[in-house]
């Protein structure tokens, strides 16, 4: 059998509007993504690995002192990007919602998410979505915060379970059509999720490189200690 076409994809959104409770303190004066790792903002290294892969039209999704989030980013000029915003305030409209308002800035083809609190190397120029899919997720071993998986991955679909189970890593690309018949407020991203895979168009692969979830402040101090 022939293996099905795979698209780049042509704009990516990065998740930033969240409160990021589990952080506070931490984030009650910053806004997540801006928090640093190693010297750098989380979000920074976001965009310059979109930068380097060549996906130049970015949209960033604002709620919790989104402004400082802007006044950081501008336009995205200095990155070599075009950044747009979606403005969710007062509150976030969680990842489903978030994205679904954003999709006018997205454009009509496949686009890459990317949470904003995640520190990752996955290389998001080799990110591609099959053309009989409407939905393609990352997923990564199962940290110790999070043991029992969320999808599993059988004939590079994903399934709702299965015997060895992993983590969505919050990096996945999708079409504008994953989002049919929704409305314009706060959802979730799950339920869109299994409608996906239960129609056999949701696509996934393993990534085992560097991926950490900074969801806490002590996960935060781990990246940011002296090595060796």
Not at 99 to 120: E, M, Q, S, W
Not at 150 to 170: M, Y
Not at 193 to 216: F, K, N, P, Q
Request: proline letters at 9%; aromatic letters at 8%; charged letters at 20%.
């Amino acid at each position: 059998m022939m293996a099905a076409v795979a698209e780049p994809p042509c704009s990516a959104m990065i998740l930033a509007a969240g409160r990021g409770e589990r952080m506070r303190p931490l984030t009650d004066a910053v806004p997540k993504p801006l928090l640093e790792v190693r010297g750098k903002a989380l979000i920074d290294y976001h965009l310059d690995r979109l930068a380097r892969a060549g996906i130049s039209q970015v949209v960033v999704n604002l709620a919790w002192l989104g402004s400082m989030i802007r006044d950081r980013l501008g336009d995205g000029s200095r990155y070599g990007l075009r950044i747009a915003y979606s403005e969710e305030s007062p509150r976030a409209l969680e990842t489903g919602g978030g994205i679904f308002r954003a999709l006018p800035l997205l454009g009509p083809k496949p686009f890459l998410v990317l949470n904003g609190d995640v520190f990752t190397d996955f290389p998001v120029a080799c990110a591609a979505l099959r053309q009989d899919c409407d939905a393609h997720l990352v997923l990564v071993p199962n940290p110790p915060q999070h043991s029992r998986g969320d999808f599993g991955l059988e004939g590079g679909l994903a399934v709702p379970s299965a015997p060895v189970q992993h983590t969505f890593s919050g990096i996945a690309l999708y079409r504008p059509q994953f989002f049919t018949d929704c409305v314009d407020g706060a959802f979730p991203l799950k339920p869109l999720l299994l409608r996906s895979i239960a129609a056999r168009r949701c696509s996934a692969e393993l990534y085992r490189g560097l991926w950490e979830d900074v969801g806490t402040p002590e996960r935060l101090a781990a990246l940011n200690a002296p090595v060796g």
